[in-house]
């Protein structure tokens, strides 16, 4: 037997087990009035609400339906209701600027635009054949209570749920074309891995437009967990959910870990889920400083995954394994900075310039509308992910080492930005860092270090390059150091190093000596 595996299996199977259990907790601090009954029977009946709604506009099936939005239980709504009724969904990053959202809107051919309250007014002039502001207008312009939705015509696997658009480090963001199967595959190797289970309370910490919140809304539906949805994220804020609402699991960038430690510190009483509390991190490289923070400090398990939105995304996963547990702190958290165990199902290799390749059921479709970026990326049928990285022959780990565009060549040795960073970070008067490569007479490139300090903490340039050269070897370690007062990240918490690297290269041709 052959069953299309689509996404409505996972709000099925909530619905007929969990119709009455909570499901999904609205953000209460929003500017739309939240959506009020959280239960999974409920979700149900507003998913059907969107999709009448979408049929009483004449939006078909395979067009496509822009959602710009912070975290909120509509959008969440919306990853279900569109592509289930053989729509596209398109989750658009809340923090590009109007001109890129305009692009996005217009680049997917979305005839239908959804709008948050808070960015109605900035985003005025992108236009698509219909557009709503979230919230009341939805509700009663849009949503069709009680009305039957037209069903799909044909449900398919290979269909395409969501269009998620990359982050853009580099060039124009491209739409990552996710289908059904792909968000299938991913769910169900991604709950096997974090060990997801009935009991379990997942706080979304992690935007939901970021390749559809890593898919952890399916996963979660699909098991009748409790989600509770998070619009800003706010160190304190994520202690208090988890203690008001149990929360036991949450994914996110090493930059939200840090913003918890930090308000930990000030946290008055126990700090609420130890050893109860799971953690996912990727989307950067975490420092291992902040691991070890995380296990001594909070008492939160540590896991890491690797993968990009082009593979849905989880490609690896990273946790301590038994033979481990009696390591050393430092020692378990050095294993733990790593990659991790390609995920079930997951091949991966390295190419002989040092990408790191992979082949696995969650590997995009295509990018929308763009043939030769697609074969580009599939070559000799292999995903090419852009990253640097390595393999440890005795275990089978991944290191990621840098971005291939960010290793930095001085003096002809690669060095990769992402260890030096680890090293800086380890100095305990660093709060934050970047290291880019920056042009030099003698050397080609040479290494500058961006670095915030910890409030009230001071160092001087020279007591940060000393602390590298104790380390590592000397041809790694800054020859200058910048202080400064924010590195600026995307909203999935990555830093825009060629952003950085900008105003030293300016008026040169090639970002690269
Ligand atoms: P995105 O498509 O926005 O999710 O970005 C994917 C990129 O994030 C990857 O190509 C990596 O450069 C980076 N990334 C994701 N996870 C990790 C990780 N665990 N360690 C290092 N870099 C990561």
């Known amino acids: ?14 619905e007929l087990g969990f119709a009455t259990s909570p499901g999904v907790i609205d953000e209460p601090d929003q500017p739309a009035p939240p959506v009020p009954v959280s239960t999974y029977g409920r979700l149900g009946e507003r998913v059907r609400a969107w999709q009448a709604g979408l049929d009483a506009l004449g939006v078909g099936e395979g067009e496509r339906v822009a959602v710009v939005s912070h ?13 289930m009724s053989g729509r596209i969904c398109v989750p658009v990053n809340f923090r590009l600027r109007p001109e890129e959202v305009d692009y996005v809107v217009r680049q997917s051919g979305a005839s239908v635009l959804l709008v948050d309250p808070e960015l109605d007014q900035a985003l005025a002039g992108v236009k698509a054949r219909h557009r709503f502001v979230l919230g009341e207008e939805t509700e009663t312009g849009l949503m069709r209570f009680g009305v039957e939705p037209r069903p799909w015509s044909r449900p398919d696997e290979d269909a395409t749920a969501t269009i998620n658009y990359t982050s853009g480090t580099t060039a124009r963001p491209k739409g990552v074309q996710l289908t059904h199967r792909n968000i299938w595959v991913n769910g169900l190797t991604f709950g096997l891995h974090t060990r997801v289970w009935e009991r379990d309370v997942y706080l979304h910490t992690l935007p939901m437009f970021h390749c559809n ?3 952890m809304p ?8 409790k989600q509770v949805v ?14 008001e609402h149990g929360v036991t699991l949450m994914c996110g960038a090493p930059a939200v870990w840090n913003m918890v430690l930090d308000a930990a510190a ?15 991190c ?27 939105t082009e593979t849905s995304p989880l490609l690896t996963f990273n946790r301590t394994r038994p033979a481990d547990l009696h390591l050393p702190a430092p020692e378990r958290a050095r294993k733990l900075s790593r990659a991790g165990l390609p995920a079930l199902g997951v091949t991966l290799g390295i190419s002989d310039g040092g990408e790191v390749l992979a082949r696995s059921n969650v590997v995009l479709e295509g990018y929308w509308d763009k043939p030769e970026e697609t074969a580009e990326a599939l070559q000799d049928g292999w995903f090419h992910t852009g990253d640097g990285g390595t393999i440890d022959p005795a275990d089978g780990h991944l290191t990621i080492s840098d971005r291939k565009k960010d290793v930095i060549i001085t003096g002809g040795e690669n060095v990769s930005s992402i260890e030096v960073e680890d090293v800086i970070f380890s100095h305990p008067a660093v ?43 000397g041809y790694k370690a800054p020859t200058s150091v910048e202080f400064r007062d924010v590195i600026p990240r995307t909203a999935t918490g990555k830093i825009q190093k060629f952003k950085l690297r900008e105003p030293y290269w300016a008026g040169r041709e090639r970002q690269v000596n």
């Open 218 to 225: 399916f996963v979660m539906a699909g098991l009748g967990v």
């Open 431 to 473: 709060a934050e860092v970047a290291v880019i490569g920056v042009p030099d007479e003698k050397w080609g490139e040479t290494i500058k270090a961006l670095v915030v300090l910890a409030e009230g903490a001071s160092a001087a340039e020279a007591d940060i390059i000393a602390h590298c050269k104790e380390r590592m070897a």
């Open 282 to 308: 990727a989307g950067a490289p975490p420092p291992s400083r902040t691991i070890q923070r995380m296990e001594e400090e909070l008492g939160w398990e540590f896991t890491q995954i690797y993968g990009l």
């Open 266 to 280: 000030s946290w008055q009483g126990e700090i609420p889920g130890r050893d109860r509390v799971r953690v996912v």
């Open 1 to 14: 037997m052959r069953i299309p595996m689509t996404v409505a299996d996972f709000l099925d199977r909530a």
């Open 230 to 243: 998070l619009r800003k994220v706010d160190g304190a804020e994520i202690l208090r959910r988890v203690e």
């Open 71 to 83: 975290n909120s239980a509509r959008l969440l709504e919306l990853l279900f209701a569109v592509p």
């Open 213 to 215: 919140g890593w898919g």
